[in-house]
């Protein structure tokens, strides 16, 4: 079975400051892990993805994402946050014998501070 | 290209009644998913068509239904609503290829109030 954990339901940093959104996960296959934000009343827009290629993934909008799997970690991090970066960031992660099914963590609502 | 186009936006039903909400995936997606979000549940996944054929089913009642056409667009249809249905409806389209990683994109989402 698997499962994503978000381990931080709200998560608040200054403009310009580093963010880092945590991320565990659980899965008895080759996982495919991805990173989407949704910003308010809006769909989810995908950030980033995670496919076995490389560990290091870089997303749109200056985020990155390093896919630990002695950790089963999946943290998402960018070196200076934006005000436009305040939104909710969902961890997700699929099996690539799914198709389309995808299971979401909770959720880290990020708040940047002026 | 265009994207994941949902219709319709904002929808207020009345507890008993039923609803169809529509989802027109990326030209050339062939899997169509639908989650619900909801405050207290986050988001959970419906179901998924591919081909015109369920392939995937997450745990919700019979009263949530989907089917999908020829040209890949898909329905999902909620029976006899209940006030616990209000949510937003969100579609995912993607190639749907198996044991190959899939790329998954959302539509704005189809609100639903029931009262």
């Known amino acids: 079975a698997q499962s994503v954990t978000q381990l931080d339901s709200h998560v608040s940093v200054s403009e310009g400051t580093p963010v880092l959104l945590r991320c565990n996960y659980s899965s008895s296959y080759s996982p495919s892990l991805f990173w989407y934000v949704q910003h308010p009343n809006k769909g989810l827009q995908l950030l980033l993805k995670y496919t076995s290629a490389a560990t290091l993934v870089k997303g749109i909008n200056g985020f990155e994402a390093e896919f630990k799997k002695s950790e089963t970690s999946f943290h998402l991090t960018k070196p200076s946050a934006h005000m436009s970066d305040a939104a909710e960031y969902f961890c997700?992660?699929?099996?690539?014998?799914?198709?389309?099914?995808?299971?979401f963590g909770q959720g880290t609502e990020l708040s940047v501070k002026p | 290209k265009a994207g994941v186009t949902q219709t319709p936006r904002y929808l207020i039903k009345t507890r008993g009644q039923q609803v169809t909400l529509s989802c027109s995936p990326i030209s050339g997606h062939r899997s169509v998913s639908w989650y619900q979000q909801t405050p207290g549940q986050g988001l959970q996944f419906l179901f998924e068509?591919?081909?015109?054929?369920?392939?995937n089913k997450g745990n919700f009642p019979g009263r949530f239904s989907g089917r999908q056409f020829s040209n890949s667009r898909s329905e999902m249809n909620v029976s006899t609503l209940e006030l616990g249905d209000s949510a937003l409806y969100l579609c995912a389209s993607s190639l749907g290829q198996i044991r190959i990683p899939n790329t998954i994109y959302f539509g704005e989402g189809s609100w639903l109030t029931v009262v």
């Open positions: 997700v992660v699929s099996q690539d014998n799914q198709g389309g099914k995808l299971i």
């Open positions: 068509y591919f081909s015109e054929t369920q392939r």
